[in-house]
């Protein structure tokens, strides 16, 4: 899977083709099936529907793991999350009331503040983008400069995102790109190509078609630092239900933790009940992969929990998007988010 592919909104777009998107999306934006798991009990918890855009993995696993373990429940909610598809747009649910939270990222929220959409990000699940860019092992390439004279696989969300990025800061070309199709077909066929991909996945799908040990470049350690899984909500909730987002932001990062650190068994049930492809390994190996590369408690979030932001660290990424013209100067960087609900060590281990 891809997970950042399938959920961030193209932001090189103009305002008038995004707004014809959204308006689009609303009208495909049928009922999605809701999760299978057991049921709340108590004294009528709140209901809460978090839309998450894609199938059941590992990389959703916390927010399984509260449901399986009763953790929303705990918290006086009850939880509803819907699967999605690629071509599943959160924006118009979110906007039409029908769910109540969504996964973005710092781009997305961004991009959201751009046109205006009332949306905001109110806590940072991965606080680093599992993307990479994977090269064939022993064909000269062991470090990212030497990518430059390389044919590179990329969507076209990466084209709008991360590509402006690492063409500004390594001299890449859009010459030497040639369209992603989320198949491996392409790179296995050809061992002096690179292509995108997720450290959480495509490694793994690699070793089994015969590459052993793929290089595989983490953008988020060579600069790229957007927030990934944020948890996304309207600004009307944000200030007219601040206790109903702080439940659900709460109950999210134990589930986190619970699932990270715990027995992941009861998450991992629910995630396969309800996507019946997926399979012991491939958890397992995302789950690994989660720890051991610190994309989700790592950095801020070792000392002020999962879920963390800062001021600094949107700024800073900000002004990224700024220098290679995928956002526009002047943008209030404040509208995107808030930082009332995370920072408080919820939960932490």
């Avoid at 449901?67 to 929303?72: D, P, R, S, W």
């Avoid at 071509?87 to 906007?95: D, F, G, W």
């Amino acid at each position: 899977m891809d997970v950042s592919h399938c959920r961030e909104i193209v932001m090189k777009q103009s305002s008038s083709r995004v707004r014809r998107a959204l308006l689009f999306c609303a009208a495909l934006a049928c009922a999605q099936p809701g999760l299978a798991g057991a049921q709340p009990s108590g004294a009528a918890p709140e209901k809460a529907v978090m839309f998450i855009g894609w199938r059941a993995e590992a990389e959703w696993g916390g927010f399984f793991q509260a449901v399986a373990k009763g953790i929303y429940r705990k918290h006086g909610l009850d939880v509803e999350i819907r699967l999605g598809n690629p071509q599943s747009n959160p924006t118009p649910m979110l906007l039409a009331g029908r769910v109540d939270f969504t996964a973005g990222s710092s781009g997305t929220s961004l991009n959201a503040a751009r046109e205006g959409a009332p949306l905001m990000s109110v806590a940072a699940i991965f606080q680093k983008d599992p993307r990479v860019l994977i090269a064939h092992p022993n064909q000269g390439v062991d470090r990212i400069e030497q990518i430059k004279d390389r044919t590179v696989l990329v969507g076209a969300l990466g084209m709008a995102t991360f590509w402006p990025y690492l063409r500004g800061r390594f001299g890449f070309t859009d010459d030497q790109v040639k369209p992603y199709t989320f198949s491996l077909a392409p790179f296995l066929a050809d061992k002096k190509v690179v292509q995108q991909g997720l450290i959480t996945n495509e490694p793994l799908a690699l070793k089994k078609a015969g590459v052993e040990n793929p290089v595989s470049f983490l953008l988020a350690d060579y600069g790229w630092d957007p927030y990934m899984t944020t948890i996304v909500t309207t600004r009307d909730n944000v200030e007219k239900r601040p206790q109903f987002v702080q439940k659900f932001v709460d109950a999210s990062i134990e589930g986190w933790y619970s699932y990270l650190y715990d027995d992941p068994s009861p998450g991992n049930e629910l995630i396969k009940r309800n996507n019946p492809e997926m399979t012991d390994e491939q958890i397992a190996f995302a789950i690994q992969a989660m720890k051991e590369r610190g994309l989700i408690d790592s950095g801020d979030a070792k000392r002020l929990g999962i879920g963390a932001m800062t001021d600094a660290r949107w700024e800073h990424f900000y002004r990224s998007m700024v220098d290679v013209g995928v956002l526009p100067s002047g943008l209030d960087v404040r509208k995107a988010y808030t930082l009332k609900f995370v920072n408080k060590k919820v939960g932490m281990r």
